[in-house]
């Protein structure tokens, strides 16, 4: 088992080293910072000093080396946008992220896992057909138009939540929570629908799909005919044995939320990595762009990680070194 | 008992009808050091805040800030400004010459990003504590017209912080903290999300509306700036996206308030090109009759009517009635596509050619979907343009690297007069004169070139006038460029509320009166 994880650890540090490269190898085409930074009455003297002060001089290579020596001492560089440490303007965004991120996460899994049994068990039930056609928009429609959409119905037309932003924080030192104000959850509930809206969907069509293909087992016929109640052969014997599937699609999902939560920062004006991100990417805001891909791919290849060792937890076949064989 | 007195005083030295004002833009500014950032959302911010000796008033006519006169200096010499007394800055420090000599120092420096407003300033003096002189190289006319923007830090608060130099690269205490002389002082910072302002009690100044308190958001995504304006969570937005104008101001409690920028959208030509990077190896816009063809083939008028909905100003030279200098009865080329087909066909380029076209896509208001159309004009008169489009961020160094034929490109004059656009767009280019830094398509004129100096150091309004409108016909004859339209300000108010729009675009709090 160590050894396995160790060998993980390992490749995961290849996939960062090699994530870092192919970003820097991009950063060139994003376009040049210096004209960001400068205004236009600046001279060429300006331009080469700055551009010699910031490296960027540099083959993209020996920039990559520079990150890289610099972020193992936790020194992830100044941001050219706000003039600070990154490290310092990331640890600020990511609580907004995070908390979005988990809060919708969280309904995606509750409410997907119990739609898909509900839709499993009932499947010519007219509820279930019903939520079976609706979970289509949920799948077919873009984010951002999902999001906007919420924006206009609840934020303009019944003015019931805040359009954008994040609401009032309260600040616990190390980390700004919106969750304890009436005004920052009021802020969480439209983002955090528009975000989950589509595992949620995604994880509910997984669990009735594979809910009704354990169903057909003969283990489940078996557990009915010796007269288990209804509810221990549906939660004890079917779902248990749907998870696995469930829980890698969760596990990368989550991933994803926290990634591609880009799009809905975006819409709400939610101040977070994402909206950070962004913001970079137009004002080549080059520390910033590669110290959020880099956190971003410690992320996935950490979620990968717990994953797999899920797995073995989940389903006894897969432990290697096991007991059983 | 004491408290309440001070609670009682402050409310006498407040307006009446206190008010709140939230508003929004789509950038932030990205540092609060008035010498290291010159960019509008920064000034515009800043102008709050930070004040100079001089300022714009209603109608961005120059008028008395912390100078309360200026006389020029013998025979040209220099600028002598005689300045404001009992105005504080915000931590309670005077103003006096020493911080404007420092202040000089500052924005003049090596790191400053506003260097060039002193590329003629020799060195500047304080005979005594209200009277600054500054000398120039040669007689600058437009010196105070200038340095509007350059705003007066105090030179002790910037020295205990650390701050002695602006630092681009790396910021400083300056960067996140601000002490000017202005009607508001920042309450909190955080970069990228929001500032907060209050009135400045201790300001010299008394035209003022109700705002006592203001914040600041950037939201990026212009469509959520107008539902938070619409839901009533926001109280100015600027700017109104051209196609939801409309829209706004049917909705109720809201108003869409209109005007001018000082920004004029033309087209550049590859004038110093021998061949075409986006064609064959000869370059027929060398020749006038072809650019003359061009400013023939697009339909302006349409352009406006279409894709900025009626909401902009034709022009016909490269600043906007509202700026100085303008040269009053000029008269364009006008939308002609038969005269442009001939005056190609009388070039010998009957049968059009194919060039590259570069436009911006995240600059100007519409900046694509008005390529777009001038791309269809053009292949209308027989042209072949390559379209193409990137974000701005690639777009400049793309200009930069010569990588272009026509492009698109807007300007916005910094001292808000005709001289401005001259030096970086129509001078020859010339990195170690500071010249032409922005004339991409390298057009050069001897005449012009001549003229530029003359025009800096004539103090004479109406022989500084008459060269202006020699530059301006001389440009329009030689179609240097295509100057198409003054871009359009579109900002979105809650109804009633009161505000002041400058072309400069800038959000001035001080006017600002929001309805009870």
Redesign the interface.
């Known amino acids: 088992m160590v050894s396995y994880i160790l060998r993980r650890v390992l490749q995961s540090i290849i996939v960062l080293l090699v994530v870092g490269l192919v970003a820097f190898s991009m950063f060139r085409?994003?376009?040049?910072?210096i004209?960001?930074?400068?205004?236009?009455?600046?001279?060429?003297q300006?331009v080469e000093?700055?551009r010699e002060?910031?490296g960027l001089n540099d083959p993209f290579i020996v920039q990559y080396a520079d990150f890289l020596a610099r972020a193992l001492q936790g020194d992830f560089g100044?941001s050219?946008?706000?003039?600070?440490p990154v490290a310092e303007?990331l640890l600020?965004r990511l609580p907004a992220t995070l908390e979005l991120a988990f809060i919708s996460g969280f309904l995606a899994v509750t409410l997907g896992i119990a739609l898909g049994v509900f839709t499993a068990i009932r499947r010519k039930g007219v509820a279930a057909n019903v939520i079976m056609s609706t979970s289509l928009i949920g799948v077919s429609l873009p984010t951002f138009l999902i999001g906007?959409l919420l924006?206009?119905v609840f934020?303009?037309q019944l003015?019931w939540l805040?359009?954008?932003?994040r609401g009032e924080v309260v600040d616990l030192g190390w980390w700004t929570t919106g969750l304890l104000t009436e005004s920052g959850l009021k802020s969480l509930i439209l983002p955090a629908i528009t975000l989950g809206l589509y595992q949620m969907t995604l994880i509910m069509r997984l669990v009735r799909a594979e809910m009704l293909e354990v169903l057909r087992q003969d283990y489940i016929r078996f557990a009915r005919a010796r007269g288990l109640s209804a509810k221990a052969v549906n939660f004890r014997h079917a779902l248990k044995n749907t998870m696995v599937p469930v829980i890698t699609v969760t596990g990368l999902q989550l991933g994803s939320i926290i990634a591609f939560a880009i799009i809905t920062e975006?819409?709400?004006?939610w101040?977070g990595v994402g909206?950070?991100f962004?913001?970079a990417v137009?004002?080549?805001d080059i520390p910033v762009m590669a110290a959020y891909l880099m956190l971003i791919s410690v992320m996935f290849v950490a979620i990968n990680l717990i994953v797999d060792l899920l797995y073995v937890w989940v389903d006894p076949r897969l432990r290697v070194d096991g007991r059983t064989a | 008992m004491r408290i309440t007195f001070t609670v009682l005083a402050l409310a006498a030295a407040l307006p009446a009808g206190a008010a709140e004002l939230r508003f929004a833009s789509t950038t932030d500014p990205n540092t609060l050091d008035p010498h290291a950032g010159n960019s509008a959302p920064n000034f515009s911010l800043l102008g709050n805040v930070y004040e100079g000796l001089v300022r714009r008033g209603r109608d961005m006519s120059i008028e008395p800030a912390l100078a309360t006169a200026w006389e020029p200096i013998g025979d040209g010499e220099g600028w002598r400004f005689t300045l404001r007394e009992g105005v504080t800055f915000h931590g309670g420090e005077a103003f006096d010459a020493e911080d404007v000599v420092f202040s000089y120092e500052r924005a003049a420096s090596e790191q400053s990003d506003v260097a060039s407003w002193f590329a003629s300033v020799d060195r500047v003096e304080a005979p005594d504590a209200t009277t600054v002189e500054i000398y120039t190289t040669a007689p600058n006319p437009i010196f105070p017209d200038s340095i509007a923007n350059w705003m007066m830090m105090d030179s002790g608060w910037v020295s205990e912080n650390g701050a002695d130099r602006p630092n681009i690269e790396q910021g400083n205490f300056a960067t996140t903290n601000a002490n000017g002389t202005g009607p508001y002082r920042i309450t909190e910072r955080q970069p990228g999300l929001r500032t907060e302002m209050e009135a400045f009690d201790g300001w010299w100044g008394e035209d003022r509306g109700n705002v006592t308190a203001a914040t600041f958001q950037p939201v990026q995504n212009s469509a959520t700036a107008v539902a938070a304006l619409l839901s009533g969570e926001l109280d100015l937005i600027e700017p109104v996206p051209v196609q939801d104008a409309a829209r706004v101001e049917q909705a109720d409690g809201v108003q869409v308030i209109r005007g001018v920028e000082a920004r004029v959208i033309m087209l550049g030509f590859p004038h110093d090109r021998t061949d075409l990077y986006g064609g064959g190896d000869e370059n027929p816009f060398a020749d006038p009759r072809v650019r003359q063809a061009v400013a023939h083939a697009i339909n302006v008028p349409a352009i406006l009517q279409t894709v900025m909905r009626g909401s902009a100003e034709p022009v016909n030279q490269l600043v906007s009635p509202a700026m100085r200098g303008f040269t009053e009865g000029l008269s364009g080329y006008g939308y002609d596509p038969d005269r442009a087909m001939e005056l190609l066909a009388e070039a010998g380029h009957g049968d059009g050619f194919q060039f590259s076209f570069r436009c911006p896509n995240d600059r100007y208001l519409n900046d694509e979907a008005v390529c777009t159309a001038i791309t269809t004009m053009l292949s209308q008169v027989g042209l072949d343009p390559q379209f193409e489009t990137m974000p701005v961020a690639n777009y400049w160094p793309t200009l930069r690297a010569d990588e272009h034929d026509v492009y698109l490109l807007g300007w916005s004059p910094g001292t808000f007069d005709a001289e401005h656009p001259i030096r970086f767009l129509l001078a020859t280019p010339d990195e170690e004169a500071r010249l032409g830094s922005w004339n991409f398509g390298g057009y050069s004129n001897a005449r012009v070139d001549e003229l530029l100096p003359a025009i800096q150091s004539e103090i004479d309004d109406v022989a500084r006038q008459a060269m202006l409108d020699e530059v301006a016909t001389l440009t329009l004859e030689d179609v240097a460029y295509v100057p198409l339209y003054v871009q359009p300000l579109l900002w979105g108010a809650r109804e009633g509320l009161e505000v002041v729009q400058r072309p400069d675009n800038f959000v001035n709090l001080r006017w600002i009166t929001v309805p009870e």
Do not use: K, M, W
């Open positions: 085409f994003v376009g040049d910072p004209e960001q930074l400068l205004g236009q009455e600046r001279t060429q300006d000093r700055l002060a910031l100044i050219y946008r706000q003039s600070r303007i600020e906007i924006i206009y934020g303009v003015r805040p359009t954008f932003g975006t819409v709400f004006q101040p909206l950070l962004i913001n137009q004002f080549v």
